[in-house]
T-cell receptor
Framework: GENVEQHPSTLSVQEGDSAVIKCTYS??????FPWYKQELGKGPQLIID?????GEKKDQRIAVTLNKTAKHFSLHITETQPEDSAVYFC??????FGDGTTLTVKP | DAGITQSPRHKVTETGTPVTLRCHQT?????MYWYRQDPGHGLRLIHY???????DKGEVSDGYSVSRSKTEDFLLTLESATSSQTSVYFC?????????????FGPGTRLLVL
């Protein structure tokens, strides 16, 4: 089955700085890579996704890059704001999630 | 939460008792999932359903059973709860995993087994 590793487990940045979270996957047949944001006490919500026929996708301050050869993909958040503080999960394959990254943005 | 409700939202029970969690959707999505979330383990798939009466096991299915008698409802049952099943349980739905696995999650059920 698919295996997803996510790093780092915690990330603290100053407001306005960029944040990068990386994930690697094991199954080369995986073709869909979503990122979810989970705020305290709530369920995860999709924030951006990418399919294997695309190398990069951007939505305002959020971008995702995919390297199929190396089997890794990354979430980039620019100009971070305190409301970006949350737990972020990557996923690959049918329903395999990374262990999550707790992002803290300090004002 | 994309028309997904979970009940109860919180439950405290004792070891050995049966527990049923309910997920209800109003989106008419074909696929439904049950996950558990524990510190350090992210989200782990328990069972999923790909249609009425069609279910399959996930990564951590031992000790759990599911049923789906209607499109909108997916039940998760702990036949005899154990302390290791203390967790937060999330239901999710998906329209067409073949075109990508976007899943929409419910608000979660926090279960404490004493």
């Amino acid at each position: 089955g698919e295996n997803v590793e996510q790093h780092p487990s915690t990330l603290s940045v100053q407001e306005g700085d960029s944040a990068v979270i990386k994930c690697t996957y094991s199954d080369s047949a995986s073709n869909y890579f979503p990122w979810y944001k989970q705020e305290l006490g709530k369920g995860p919500q999709l924030i951006i996704d990418i399919r294997s026929n695309v190398g990069e996708k951007k939505d305002q301050r959020i971008a995702v890059t995919l390297n199929k050869t190396a089997k890794h993909f990354s979430l980039h958040i620019t100009e971070t704001q305190p409301e970006d503080s949350a737990v972020y999960f990557c996923a690959a394959g049918k329903s395999t999630f990374g262990d999550g990254t707790t992002l803290t943005v300090k004002p | 939460d994309a028309g997904i409700t979970q009940s109860p939202r919180h439950k405290v029970t004792e070891t050995g008792t049966p527990v049923t969690l309910r997920c209800h959707q109003t989106e008419n999505h074909r696929y439904m999932y049950w996950y558990r979330q524990d510190p350090g383990h992210g989200l782990r798939l328990i069972h999923y359903s790909y249609g009425v009466k069609d279910t399959d096991k996930g990564e951590v299915s031992d000790g759990y059973s599911v049923s789906r008698s209607k499109t909108e409802d997916f039940l998760l049952t702990l036949e005899s709860a154990t302390s290791s099943q203390t967790s937060v349980y999330f239901c999710a739905i998906s329209e067409n995993p073949g075109r990508g696995e976007t899943q929409y999650f419910g608000p979660g059920t926090r279960l404490l087994v004493l």
